[in-house]
T-cell receptor, first 117, second 115 residues
Framework: NAGVTQTPKFHILKTGQSMTLQCAQDMNHGYLSWYRQDPGMGLRRIHYSVAAGITDKGEVPDGYNVSRSNTEDFPLRLESAAPSQTSVYFC????????????????FGDGTRLSIL | AQKVTQAQTEISVVEKEDVTLDCVYE???????LFWYKQPPSGELVFLIRRNSFDEQNEISGRYSWNFQKSTSSFNFTITASQVVDSAVYFCALYEETSGSRLTFGEGTQLTVNP
């Protein structure tokens, strides 16, 4: 059981380039989210999805796009990368719904370390 | 306003010392959940504990213990007889029932246990 798989683990981009970070989960979870982790700021949610076909903005969505065409995958796209987007990105999944979400901790992927020069 | 505050940015202790990591939260919800996660140097996030707002019993798991006090809005984490392998960043997080599946993290505390 792989859980949440993120690819790639590391990547370097040049300013203005585009890139898609991949996230896949095999637990049939409805809720998927992307976080970025920056020093001294903890993890901040970028975008999230409660089910296939439904996405919504988190607290720091600018510069990022997401899509949710099926239950398993939740790619995060940077259309025109900026140095301020240098960060570690985590994808997390859990069951949807208040009760389910609160009873099951979010399962995190291992992270993608992205550097933008 | 910061909803989850971990005032200790870095803590350094010597092995076998006890150490307490502080977490103070802010919420207006009556139903909420608090979490602690560990992030070792390898980078992954490891779930440690979940506590709901209706359960103020302290919990102990081996060398780990948690003290939840609603009166002071705190959910502190104590490691007894610390070990080098405990060196990591520890995050406290809050889930509020009205938040729309949002998990709010504190800034994290870097714990270094020296041999």
């Amino acid at each position: 059981n792989a859980g949440v798989t993120q690819t790639p683990k590391f990547h370097i981009l040049k300013t203005g380039q585009s890139m898609t970070l991949q996230c896949a989960q095999d637990m049939n979870h409805g809720y998927l989210s992307w976080y970025r982790q920056d020093p001294g700021m903890g993890l901040r949610r970028i975008h999230y999805s409660v089910a296939a076909g439904i996405t919504d903005k988190g607290e720091v969505p600018d510069g990022y796009n997401v899509s949710r065409s099926n239950t398993e995958d939740f790619p995060l796209r940077l259309e025109s990368a900026a140095p301020s987007q240098t960060s570690v990105y985590f994808c997390a999944s859990s069951w949807s719904g208040t009760e389910e979400f609160s009873n099951q901790p979010q399962h995190f992927g291992d992270g993608t370390r992205l550097s933008i020069l | 306003a910061q909803k989850v505050t971990q005032a200790q940015t870095e803590i350094s202790v010597v092995e076998k010392e006890d150490v307490t990591l502080d977490c103070v939260y802010e919420t207006r919800d009556t139903t909420y959940y608090l979490f602690w996660y560990k992030q070792p140097p390898s980078g992954e996030l490891v779930f440690l504990i979940r506590r709901n707002s209706f359960d103020e019993q302290n919990e102990i798991s081996g060398r780990y213990s948690w003290n939840f006090q609603k009166s002071t809005s705190s959910f502190n984490f104590t490691i007894t007889a610390s070990q080098v392998v405990d060196s990591a960043v520890y995050f406290c997080a809050l889930y509020e029932e009205t938040s729309g599946s949002r998990l709010t993290f504190g800034e994290g505390t870097q714990l270094t246990v020296n041999p």
